[in-house]
């Protein structure tokens, strides 16, 4: 199967491959080369934690949360 290299570097994957390596839209390629040829290997998905990482916007930042969670720190 041949593709042809456009004017900004980009090359499609024929879709015979695609489907066959399980390629879809989004997925993210590391390039390298080996003795002259080049391989693309699928990047291996993020774990559920990393996912999520960085999407809640806490008001007051990370220590007004502790703070609250820790209750008063001021001792009767």
């Given at each position: 199967m041949k593709s042809t290299v456009s004017e900004k570097g980009q090359v499609t994957i024929p879709k015979q491959l695609r489907d066959r390596l399980g390629i879809a839209p989004g997925q993210?390629?590391?390039?390298?080369?080996?003795?002259?040829?080049?391989?693309?290997?699928?990047?291996?998905g993020r774990g559920a934690v990393d996912a999520i990482y960085g999407i809640l916007s806490l008001p007051g930042g990370t220590d007004a949360v502790m703070d609250e969670?820790?209750?008063s720190a001021e001792l009767p």
């Open positions: 993210e390629l590391d390039f390298t080369d080996e003795g002259g040829a080049l391989v693309a290997r699928k990047v291996r969670l820790r209750g």
